[in-house]
Antibody
Framework: QLQLHESGPGLVKPSETLSLTCSVSGDSVYFSTYYWGWIRQPPGKGPEWFGS???????YYNPSLKSRVTLSVDTSKNQFSLRLTSLTAADTAIYYCAAIVGSTRVDYWGQGILVTVSS | DIFLTQSPGTLSLSPGERATLSCRAN??????LAWYQQKPGQIPRLLIYRASVRATGIPDRFSGSGSGTHFTLTINRLEPEDSAMYYC??????FGQGTRLE
């Protein structure tokens, strides 16, 4: 059974950069056919997809966030990461990492990590 | 860029009735559409993928249809536990804004 676990800061200051990591167990980031993605959900709002990346670093981004987002994969640690720059209060949300079947669906979600942007 | 528009925003029905939820894409996405159910405090639960394929463990009261730009999620014989937010997602990426089913 594939499991995903997010890690990173719970509180970040405005204008700073957020870095989150997702640790994968039960599958190999390198050999898997999944795309590895990030999705966030602000309080009381719907899910928002950030982007997805394959083991070979082929990445797809949400056009509205693309200028601030970088995804990466570390096959040696079986992890993938999200970097989001120029944070504002509007970036406060629960951030989920996900295993995505290409062009189809999210198969697995992490448990989510609440990130609050506040000074 | 692909955008999804869900309607109605809120749907209020009684147990035993049928719910029909709509999701429209601004361009052709073939059948690359999934539906999720989300209850407060929970992670979204996959209901349907490839527009009409039920996910594992999903009762046959839930059905999906459509292709191209117009998709429908139908829930027959509504039960109180079906009260939730419902989201469509295209291509494993962008989500619609959701429909609240009460």
């Amino acid at each position: 059974q594939l499991q995903l676990h997010e890690s990173g800061p719970g509180l970040v200051k405005p204008s700073e950069t957020l870095s989150l990591t997702c640790s994968v167990s039960g599958d190999s980031v390198y050999f898997s056919t999944y795309y590895w993605g990030w999705i966030r959900q602000p309080p009381g709002k719907g899910p928002e997809w950030f982007g997805s990346i394959s083991h070979s670093d082929t990445a797809y981004y949400n056009p509205s966030l693309k200028s601030r987002v970088t995804l990466s994969v570390d096959t040696s640690k079986n992890q993938f990461s999200l970097r989001l720059t120029s944070l504002t209060a509007a970036d406060t949300a629960i951030y989920y990492c996900a295993a995505i079947v290409g062009s189809t669906r999210v198969d697995y979600w992490g448990q989510g990590i609440l990130v609050t942007v506040s000074s | 860029d692909i955008f999804l528009t869900q309607s109605p925003g809120t749907l209020s029905l009684s147990p035993g009735e049928r719910a029909t939820l709509s999701c429209r894409a601004n361009q052709n996405i073939d059948t690359k559409l999934a539906w999720y159910q989300q209850k407060p405090g929970q992670i979204p639960r996959l209901l349907i993928y490839r527009a009409s394929v039920r996910a594992t463990g999903i009762p046959d009261r839930f059905s999906g249809s459509g292709s191209g730009t117009h998709f429908t999620l139908t829930i027959n014989r509504l039960e109180p536990e079906d009260s939730a937010m419902y989201y469509c997602q295209e291509n494993g990426s962008m989500f619609g804004q959701g429909t609240r089913l009460e």
